[in-house]
């Protein structure tokens, strides 16, 4: 992973003014081989898979889109997007902007995803820098002014040729919880760069805390304005099943195939499937697995 640079800032920010508003007006022709494509191959299995086998035929990352991965705090939703991430093909370039975590955080969290048993050892990790050399990160913690982080995707997109950018979270955008017009605006920029640069955006965003903690979540727990899921492509919902943490720290029995947790797709605008999943959490490796024991084996 290598940082952005302060001049490649400064480039970005000359690059993205005045782009929001503008449009290219082009002839059909211009669409001929998009269409032959997305004729011969639809759009529900094209873009790039998650993890786990299961969801290979369900759920897609298509580019040009942008993802809302919501959760309520503290259910895993920034550590099962780092997982995402770590386990796209090679060739996809990752950028990743986490303000709520410092660098070396996000990366050891990450390193530590992609070991099956124990810790990286220093020649792991070593080569676990050279295996994640197509990764960009953005390295500031704190709030960072919307415009600021609206002119790093489109650099990253634009320039970089980054494939997949990570936003962690809304919160941390200077854009108040209860400023709904800013929100809508902010995601309309989001849509805006991933169409024109071809990336695929995932906005990390947080959820209201229902009356029960343990009750399953649906996307009008989401915070803030209605338009942050109207006008995001996919929605996705991270969450921890708290009933069985509970009963296994009171010492109770527990089902070994009841989830650790549940990822949920409650919106899909190019998919024709919405549902959930059911996930198992390894402490160890800090990965969400598709069975209780299949953990996933990285490239290293």
Known sequence: MRPITHEELDEADKLWFGKLESQELVGF?????????RIANGVSH??????WPKTYDLVRLRHSEV???AGVNGHGKSLILGQVMLWLPPEQKILIASLEMPGEA??????????TTGIPSDRYIDDFMTATSNFYLYDVTGT??????????YYAGKVLGVNHIVLDSLVKFGIRLDDFSGQKDFVNALCAIAKETGCHIHLVHHMKKGDREGEDPDKWGI???GEITDLADNVFIQHRCKDKERDIENGKEVNELDPDAKLFCVKQRHGEWEGKFALYFDKSSHQFMAG????????I
Do not use: N, Y
Request: positive net charge.
């Open 29 to 37: 022709d211009h669409f001929r081989d998009k269409v032959k494509e």
């Open 46 to 51: 094209s873009g790039e898979r998650l993890p």
């Open 67 to 69: 993802s809302i991965w």
């Open 106 to 115: 996000t990366i050891a969290r990450m390193c530590q995803q992609t070991v």
């Open 144 to 153: 960072v002014q919307r415009d600021k982080i609206l002119s790093l995707c």
């Open 223 to 225: 915070k803030g304005a």
């Open 292 to 299: 209780p024991s299949s953990r996933l084996r990285w490239r």
